[in-house]
């Protein structure tokens, strides 16, 4: 895998059907791997991580965030993306 090629997807809001169905999807069209994910629900509250390949992905972050805005503005969500790199170094101890 092409370094600096690994994102962090977070996903926050209420809980209901159909979250990870619209994520991954979008995930899927934009040629993008999960490699790893972790969801829990908290007394009504999802909260996801997802680490992902998106070294054989066309898409660029600044339009892979587009498109996760939008679908998180449609399922009540707070999506963000980053750089595997830069999520780290904000979330070193």
Known sequence: MEEGKRLIITVLGHDRVGIIAGISSILAEANINILDINQTILQG???????????????????????????????GLEITVQHEDIFKFMHRI
Do not use: C, N, P, T
């Open 45 to 75: 509250f999802f909260a996801m991580v997802m680490v992902v390949d998106s070294s054989q992905s066309r898409l660029d972050i600044g339009e892979l965030r587009r498109r996760l805005h939008e679908k998180g503005r449609e399922l």
